[in-house]
């Protein structure tokens, strides 16, 4: 069965420091892995998405991912985190095949950022 | 453009009523999702609509779940006899085609509290 976990419930990080947020997979074949952001009160907005190539992939407001196979991780980074980056962050994993499109999400993993 | 909208935005009903959530997708996207998110389930799947294809109905809970989408476009999920733990927020996504390297796109939810 395909999962998704994200390992954090919260993580806490200084504004200006880097920031990683974890997550890693289970699903036969090859992954479609996508993060999503989710604000107070609001729906999901999407972040990035590793489909094939490049196992870095870059997305919005200087979020990026790096996709490892071997170690099934799809970790989200930012080299300089914002107060405005605290939100809650989703992965979410699609597979290959069968007849629907549907996210497996993880879930969710909160974000403070502290001046 | 305009993104996926939904409403209400709110609803509170009595336990045992019937209640219809309303999604509007994104002009042009032929697939239509719906998610539910609860603090203690997380974000799960409900159902998938593809164009003319059947349904994917395999989140679905119970049968006192149902969706339909008329013209392709517009969709409307039923609650039929809601039970406290419908309680929720209902999450609509769309997205330009059903292959498994399109982007869902959400909608802001509408937040559903069954008294």
Not at chain 1, 13 to 30: F, Q
Not at chain 1, 36 to 61: A, E
């Amino acid at each position: 069965a395909q999962s998704v976990a994200q390992p954090e419930d919260q993580v806490n990080v200084a504004e200006g420091n880097p920031l990683t947020v974890k997550c890693t997979y289970s699903v036969s074949g090859n992954p479609y892995l996508f993060w999503y952001v989710q604000y107070p009160n609001r729906g999901l907005q999407f972040l990035l998405k590793y489909i094939t190539g490049d196992n870095l992939v870059k997305g919005s407001y200087g979020f990026e991912a790096e996709f490892n196979k071997s170690q099934t991780s799809f970790h989200l980074k930012k080299p300089s985190a914002l107060v405005s980056d605290s939100a809650l962050y989703f992965c979410a994993v699609r597979r290959p095949g069968g007849n629907t499109g549907k996210l497996i999400f993880g879930q969710g993993t909160t974000l403070q950022v502290k001046p | 453009g305009a993104g996926v909208s939904q409403s209400p935005s709110n609803k509170v009903t009595e336990k045992g009523k019937d209640v219809e959530l309303r999604c509007d997708p994104i002009s042009g996207h032929t697939a239509l999702y719906w998610y539910r998110q609860s603090l203690g389930q997380g974000l799960e799947f409900l159902i998938y609509f593809q164009g003319n294809s059947a349904p994917d109905k395999s989140g679905l809970p119970s049968d006192r779940f149902s969706a339909e989408r008329t013209g392709g476009s517009v969709s409307t999920l039923t609650i039929q006899r809601t039970q406290q733990e419908d309680s929720a927020v209902y999450l609509c996504a769309s997205s330009s085609g059903g292959g498994y390297q399109e982007t869902q796109y959400f909608g802001p939810g509408t937040r559903l509290l069954v008294l």
